[in-house]
């Protein structure tokens, strides 16, 4: 088995705080999840997390216009510049402070950081400004009284907007203008929270965290500006189409910076003045928020649509037309405050961020629609699952939430909610269409996977608090522990009744889990009794011997082949026994690798702590020859069972920002009083939790987690492994593009030779040599080379050395390749010729065949899904063309009734002329005959 496991993706987590942004394309959100970024493709409905991680968790962060260069400020004030690209941090720029916001300037030359009462300028490396040299200050902005919080740049990158918590807003300029010096906005009875230009002019807005619009007009325009330098040199700017860089007449300046300070009176005789025009006080807007003070939090602007969006505290936004500030949307998603606040390049999508919650929502706000709405669970997850065919993962949380995730897209389609208490187990029934739950409640809830309802609710006698849970090989029979009564429950799936209560154990019980043979009916328990017992679930016998454990046991796992059973005990053990003749078959000690470090308020070393690490979950691989063990430690090992060794160990984080990181505390933060976090500060109350007390306080002002692999397992595929972990739920897969894994190569095989062997069509022969060297776009071409008629034949002719290769790279090729059908027939003529061979290694085989089915599924779900849209399609517009002839041919009725009409009615008109004729005469005729 290869254990080339990388970092491949996060789920269960999608906001942890920070700055949102969109990529300039405007399809696709990058969001800061702690100390990783994850990015979320709205178009291809994707996530991926980034394989940068940071010291510590990002606060803010910013994309340049071309969306190539992200630059990242975390917590300890350490600003990285990351290349999406090569996705690989360039450089690190240390600053020891807190970074509040980051800019890049719209044409890509510059980026702006606060940092304390000051703004700083730096030239951004890349083509733009033809300077690769990290981080080169060239300005510093200073002036404020108080910390900076937000920046804002101009169209023409020439002037900055800097908004500080002394209730003002400064303008600076890059260069020296005649008209312009440094121009102070005040007026704001509260810190200021952003502040925007207008598109191609000076006017410009700033909010405040009271939630007043101020709106700034200025006395001149931006082509006015003149640029004068210093020694009373002019500077020329050049025309477009040359170099647009502003040379600088300063003798010995080099490559330092300049300072500008408030106090600049280049341009006093004639500089711009600005002036406010109106103040607009937005929490008037809001509907129905009383009682307490609300605080604006963030807020966004779009020049060209002139839409600015403001976020409150109270989890409302609100969408507003300026200048003259008129109402266009409102609404609250949340009861919590959101963060960050974004717009689309085009203006029509924004993207809101509550961290309280985990919330990420991207909001039309015209049609009034979601395009995404994602969350996370409220609190720590507790348990994971897979589905039977690895394209789903289960996760339960102490928020009382169920959440199904799909593998493909990292995206939660469905929610449930219908616990009342924190979920401690999860399991699916064998055929994948049942989630199985367990929760401190005390109920055992199922749940439909088709039609995503809670179908049936199994309940105790008497009130349990549930601990783990459990499904047999049938799918019919359910288990569950329980924590403070201390007996396992037998229910039918079928019936819903409880069929059997366990008793034995004198203590929790730790887990639960039935034998995975399909003739076997045996339940494994291990509980804080020390003892490991095997219960007949259907037989007469109520248990077989009990087996005692050296200490309390807190997992079990059994090996594929229901052969043996593992179980992990709070001295840091592994022990396997036999569950047939009961006897130990083995022992690990993961102490040492389990490692630990020490806490800001921990009174005792990493060293005595590591005295005191376990293991709390264990999972076997698809072929039962290692096993996945993590538990109170940032750490996940694989060890080989048999051999009882450690394979490889995996650090699950290095963000400095959760607790117990590393084995020592600095210095710096030591006081004579002992550790600075320990230190009481009487002013916002106590953070401390009383001593021995393994919970925290959640409504602390300042909360740091430790972090803690609560859960884990294998994906049947056997092509990755989920971790759930205080960061949230980790996913790693192995990773097939540097990994080089050749079989019985020798030195007269390489690519040049199975190329010639291709062109004199010695398929066969190629096709050997390609699976030997294991280069997978030789094994593509040689395979999509043989014609489809010879395609049978090529397979009854495969070696049975070389057909787990040939099949598993068939299976990774069924869920990115175009050629369908031409894969469909390899997998067939495949498992035509060689089922009783498979069949008969199926416990070897069986990563492979899960791999295969979850591809083709999918493939096949998403063919229907366009089969079904096509054929939907071509209905209405059957139904359309039908409905078009109907309209003809009743205008065309419409049409020949009134020409018909329009003839009768002038046959009627001739004819009733033919009559006033003959009335005529007939009176003549009169008239004649009177006047004889």
């Keep these: 088995m290869k254990f080339s496991f990388q970092f491949s993706n996060l789920f269960g987590t999608v906001y942890r705080g920070g700055d949102l942004l969109f990529t300039p394309d405007?399809?696709?959100?990058?969001?800061?999840?702690g100390n990783k970024v994850s990015m979320f493709d709205l178009k291809n409905h994707k996530s991926?997390?980034?394989?940068?991680?940071?010291?510590?968790?990002?606060?803010?962060?910013?994309?340049?216009?071309?969306?190539?260069?992200?630059?990242?400020?975390?917590?300890?004030?350490?600003?990285?510049?990351?290349?999406?690209?090569?996705?690989?941090?360039?450089?690190?720029?240390?600053?020891?402070?807190?970074?509040?916001?980051?800019?890049?300037?719209?044409?890509?030359?510059?980026?702006?950081?606060?940092?304390?009462?000051?703004?700083?300028?730096?030239s951004a490396p890349g083509p733009h400004s033809r300077d690769y040299s990290p981080f080169s200050m060239e300005r510093v902005l200073k002036g404020a009284y108080d910390?900076?919080?937000?920046?804002?740049?101009?169209?023409?990158?020439?002037?900055?907007?800097?908004?500080?918590?002394?209730?003002?807003?400064?303008?600076y300029a890059l260069h020296k203008f005649s008209n312009l010096s440094v121009c102070c906005l005040g007026g704001m009875t509260d810190p200021a929270v952003a502040t925007f230009f207008e598109a191609n002019s000076l006017d410009c807005y700033s909010l405040s965290r009271g939630g007043q619009l101020a709106v700034w007009e200025s006395s001149v325009e931006l082509d006015d500006l003149q640029l004068v330098g210093e020694g009373g040199k002019v500077q020329k700017e050049r025309k477009e189409g040359e170099e647009d860089d502003i040379v600088e007449a300063v003798e010995g300046a080099g490559d330092k910076s300049e300072t500008i300070t408030a106090e600049d009176d280049t341009g006093a005789n004639t500089r711009a003045i600005y002036k406010r025009t109106a103040k607009h006080f937005l929490r008037d807007h809001l509907e129905g928020e009383g009682g307490g003070?609300?605080?604006?939090?963030?807020?966004?602007?779009?020049?060209?649509?002139?839409?600015?969006?403001?976020?409150?505290?109270?989890?409302?936004?609100?969408?507003?037309?300026?200048?003259?500030?008129?109402?266009?949307?409102?609404?609250?998603?949340?009861?919590?405050?959101?963060?960050?606040?974004?717009?689309?390049?085009?203006?029509?999508?924004?993207?809101?961020?509550c961290p309280e919650l985990g919330q990420l929502l991207v909001w039309e706000w015209q049609s009034e629609t979601y395009v995404m709405k994602q969350q996370g669970h409220g609190s720590g997850m507790a348990c994971l699952v897979y589905s039977p065919d690895g394209s789903l993962v289960a996760t339960g949380g102490e928020d009382t939430k169920i959440k199904i995730w799909n593998c493909s897209t990292g995206f939660c389609f469905v929610t449930f909610a219908e616990h009342e208490s924190g979920v401690t187990g999860l399991a699916f029934t064998p055929n994948g269409k049942v989630v199985i739950s367990s929760s401190l409640d005390g109920t055992v809830r199922a749940f439909d996977m088709t039609r995503y309802r809670n179908f049936k609710t199994l309940t105790t006698p008497r009130p349990v608090q549930l601990s783990c849970v459990g499904v047999d090989s049938s799918g019919d029979l359910i288990a569950a522990g329980g924590l403070d009564v201390f007996e396992v429950y037998l229910w039918s799936l079928t019936t819903g009744r409880l069929v059997e209560v366990l008793a034995g154990h004198e203590g929790p019980v730790g887990g639960l889990a039935f034998s995975p043979s399909p003739t076997s009916t045996q339940l494994a328990t291990v509980s804080w009794d020390k003892t490991l017992r095997i219960w007949d679930a259907v037989g007469t016998s109520a248990t077989r011997e009990a087996i005692a454990l050296g200490s309390d046991g807190l997992a079990l796992a059994w090996r594929p082949d229901g052969q043996m059973v593992s179980v992990a005990t709070l001295t840091g053990q592994v022990v396997t026994f036999d569950t047939r003749t009961g006897t130990q078959m083995g022992t690990i000690d993961g102490r040492r690798d389990l490692g630990s470090g020490k806490g800001d308020q921990d009174k005792i070393s990493a060293k005595k702590k590591r005295e005191a690490a376990h293991f709390s979950s264990l999972c076997y691989?698809?072929?039962?020859?290692?096993?996945?063990?993590?538990?109170?430690?940032?750490?996940?090992?694989?060890?080989?069972?048999?051999?009882?060794?450690?394979?490889?160990?995996?650090?699950?984080?290095?963000?400095?920002?959760?607790?117990?990181?590393?084995?020592?505390?600095?210095?710096?933060?030591?006081?004579?009083?002992?550790?600075?976090?320990?230190?009481?500060?009487?002013?916002?109350?106590?953070?401390?939790?009383?001593?021995?007390?393994?919970?925290?306080?959640?409504?602390?002002?300042?909360?740091?987690?430790?972090?803690r692999v609560t859960a884990l397992q294998f994906s049947p595929t056997g092509r990755s492994f989920c971790a759930v972990s205080t960061e949230g739920l980790l996913v790693y897969s192995l990773d097939r593009h540097l990994v080089f894994d050749p079989l019985d190569l020798d030195t007269k095989i390489t690519p040049q030779r199975i190329r010639k062997e291709l062109g004199k069509k010695n398929y066969n022969k190629a096709l050997v040599m390609a699976i030997k060297l294991a280069e997978k776009p030789l094994i593509r071409q040689v395979l999509e080379t043989v014609p489809h008629t010879d395609i049978s034949l090529m397979a009854q002719q495969t070696s049975l050395a070389h057909l787990p290769s040939l099949l598993m790279f068939v299976a990774e090729e069924a869920e990115v390749t175009r050629h369908i059908q031409f894969y469909l027939l390899w997998t067939?003529?495949?498992?035509?010729?060689?089922?009783?061979?498979?069949?008969?290694?199926?416990?070897?085989?069986?990563?492979?065949?899960?791999?295969?089915?979850?591809?083709?599924?999918?493939?096949?779900?998403?063919?229907?899904?366009?089969?079904?849209?096509?054929?939907?399609?071509?209905?209405?517009?059957i139904a359309l063309s039908e409905t078009k002839r109907k309209e003809k041919v009743a205008r065309d009725i419409t049409?020949?009734?009134?020409?018909?009409?329009?003839?009768?009615?002038?046959v009627t008109e001739v004819d009733g002329d033919d009559d006033s004729d003959v009335d005529m005469t007939e009176l003549a005729a009169k008239w004649s005959d009177g006047e004889e």
């Design 293 to 353: 003070r609300v605080e604006l939090t963030c807020g966004d602007y779009h020049q060209k649509t002139k839409i600015l969006v403001v976020g409150f505290d109270t989890g409302a936004f609100l969408l507003l037309s300026l200048p003259d500030c008129s109402l266009v949307h409102s609404l609250a998603i949340s009861e919590q405050q959101i963060s960050s606040v974004r717009f689309n390049s085009s203006g029509d999508w924004v993207v809101l961020g």
């Design 621 to 707: 691989s698809a072929d039962g020859s290692t096993i996945l063990a993590g538990g109170q430690s940032k750490h996940i090992c694989i060890y080989h069972v048999g051999e009882s060794l450690l394979l490889k160990k995996f650090e699950v984080t290095q963000n400095r920002s959760f607790q117990g990181m590393d084995e020592t505390i600095n210095r710096r933060k030591m006081t004579e009083f002992g550790p600075l976090a320990s230190v009481e500060d009487r002013s916002d109350g106590t953070a401390l939790k009383l001593p021995g007390s393994k919970a925290v306080d959640m409504s602390s002002r300042s909360l740091r987690l430790e972090v």
């Design 48 to 122: 991926e997390t980034l394989p940068v991680e940071s010291r510590f968790s990002y606060t803010t962060m910013d994309l340049s216009p071309n969306g190539v260069s992200l630059i990242a400020a975390n917590e300890d004030g350490e600003v990285q510049l990351i290349s999406l690209i090569s996705r690989t941090i360039l450089h690190r720029l240390r600053t020891n402070r807190t970074i509040n916001c980051v800019k890049f300037s719209p044409d890509s030359k510059h980026f702006a950081i606060t940092k304390e009462d000051s703004a700083f300028v730096y």
């Design 26 to 33: 405007g399809n696709t959100v990058l969001s800061p999840v």
């Design 147 to 171: 910390d900076t919080t937000c920046l804002a740049w101009s169209s023409c990158s020439r002037l900055v907007a800097v908004g500080a918590k002394d209730m003002t807003v400064r303008i």
């Design 895 to 906: 049409e020949e009734s009134d020409d018909e009409m329009e003839v009768m009615g002038k």
């Design 828 to 877: 067939k003529a495949l498992l035509l010729s060689h089922g009783t061979y498979l069949k008969s290694e199926s416990k070897h085989n069986l990563p492979i065949l899960n791999l295969l089915i979850k591809n083709l599924t999918r493939k096949s779900e998403d063919l229907g899904k366009i089969c079904d849209h096509n054929k939907y399609g071509i209905r209405y517009l």
